[in-house]
């Protein structure tokens, strides 16, 4: 729910890496980065490659990430062991290839496949907002409570005050009643 550690897949040399890291929010993230080309000849080898590498390391998360293009280009998210790699990965997989009309298959077996690498920012940052909120709303329900019980004292002890002081002025009277008498 709340991911930590992920593992980014794409081309270091693409400018959606940018958008990604831009865009995540800051959490605390710890972003590691596999580089792999993303499209043509020797993509399907260093996708798989990459795949391989995460499945083994501690992440939360692994995020594959392009940017839009054909059809013709999305081939290597199309290929089987591609997409059987993705399905079987251990921890949940956001497969966000981008602005085309046509989904490859590795995003319809990603456990989250946003449409753009800047909509899985907003997945991956999605919990992390929520329980920001959380603990703004929390932090002022605390302070309102904390408010109304010292408001709460502070009247009890203004009623202690008064009936010490009435108590006080009693006394008082009967020692000036005594000491006429």
């Given at each position: ?21 831009n865009n995540l929010g800051s959490f605390g993230y710890k ?50 062991l591609v997409v059987r790699a993705l399905a079987n990965f ?11 009309k046509d989904v490859p298959l590795a995003q319809l077996v ?72």
């Open positions: 729910d709340f991911p930590e550690h992920i593992g980014l897949i794409t081309s270091k040399q693409g400018a959606v890496i940018h958008d990604f890291l972003v590691r980065l596999t580089d792999a080309r993303v499209e043509g000849i020797g993509a399907v080898k260093e996708l798989l490659a990459a795949i391989k590498y995460w499945q083994t390391k501690p992440i939360d998360v692994l995020v594959v990430i392009r940017g839009g293009g054909s059809l013709e280009s999305l081939q290597a998210f199309n290929h089987e251990p921890v949940p997989v956001v497969c966000a290839i981008g602005h085309d990603s456990d989250l496949a946003p449409s753009t690498p800047t909509a899985a920012t907003a997945l991956l940052n999605a919990s992390w907002n929520e329980l920001a909120s959380e603990l703004t709303y929390a932090e002022r329900t605390m302070f309102f409570a904390i408010q109304e019980r010292f408001e709460t004292t502070r009247n009890d002890i203004l009623t202690v005050e008064s009936g010490l002081a009435r108590a006080f002025t009693r006394l008082a009277q009967s020692f000036d009643n005594a000491a006429r008498a």
